[in-house]
């Protein structure tokens, strides 16, 4: 396994259009996080899931923001109408359900770098 | 809700020089707590940890004493190296059933002077 991978690294887009995200989580993880991290700040948390179910949203995520995991696998973030407030890291997790002292972990993706232009 | 207060902006110690970077948190639940290590271009990774009050994390030098009389989880090294130099970021989350998302702190920018 090759830890949480996401894609694109990078995406450049016109206000307005609409934008899409990925993210595979690690194979043996059923739980799934979405975070957004602007230049100079830490990751807020946007959404959870585990297995296909989304168990939380923030109050970050408007609803231009919707988020899936269909089949309890990959996840999808998608921005509609994209604002140029929207600019920033979009980073994701995965974690396994029981996080005990010898089997903690959260593994961040490298993320997916928006500029809304 | 939950917070996270941790030292800000940059701290620029010589290399060989201790240092200390406070963070402090507060929370209506018992928490477990982290601090986080963000390389440019990548993600969080996982620094030290401490699971329940009085634990100590311990990782490449680095420590970190869970205090809950004083609600605090300061990261403190001896002596910093150059290759130390990054963004740490303090954390806490929640184990169980209940809410398990991070609540990160604002970041602190370590550059160790050669």
């Known amino acids: 396994d090759t830890g949480v991978s996401q894609n694109p690294r990078h995406k450049i887009t016109k206000r307005g259009q609409n934008v899409t995200f990925r993210c595979d989580p690690i194979?043996?993880?059923?739980?799934l996080y979405w975070y957004r991290q602007t230049l100079g700040q830490g990751p807020e948390f946007l959404t959870y899931?585990?297995?296909?179910?989304?168990?939380?949203k923030s109050r970050l995520l408007s609803d231009r923001f919707s988020a899936e995991r269909p089949k309890g696998s990959f996840s999808t973030l998608e921005i509609q109408r994209t604002e140029q407030g929207d600019s920033a890291m979009y980073l994701c997790?995965?974690?396994?359900?029981?996080?005990?002292?010898?089997?903690?972990?959260?593994?961040f993706g490298s993320g997916t770098r928006l500029t809304v232009v | 809700g939950d917070s996270v207060v941790q030292t800000e902006g940059q701290v620029l110690p010589s290399e060989g020089d201790s240092l200390i970077v406070n963070c402090s948190y507060e929370?209506?639940?018992?928490?477990?707590l982290f601090w986080y290590v963000q390389y440019p271009g990548e993600g969080p990774q996982l620094h030290l940890k401490?699971?329940?009050?009085?634990d100590k994390g311990r990782n490449k030098g680095f420590e970190a004493m869970y205090r809950k009389e004083t609600t605090s989880f300061h990261l403190e090294k001896d002596s910093v190296q150059e290759s130390d130099s990054a963004v740490y970021f303090c954390?806490?989350?929640?184990?169980?059933?209940?809410?398990?998302?991070?609540?990160f702190g604002s970041g602190t920018r370590l550059q160790v002077q050669p």
């Open positions: 997790a995965s974690s396994p359900r029981e996080l005990g002292q010898k089997n903690y972990g959260y593994t």
């Open positions: 194979s043996e993880h059923n739980r």
């Open positions: 899931f585990q297995n296909e179910a989304q168990l939380e």
């Open positions: 929370t209506t639940q018992y928490p477990s």
């Open positions: 401490a699971m329940k009050a009085n």
């Open positions: 954390a806490l989350t929640f184990r169980g059933t209940g809410r398990r998302a991070l609540t």
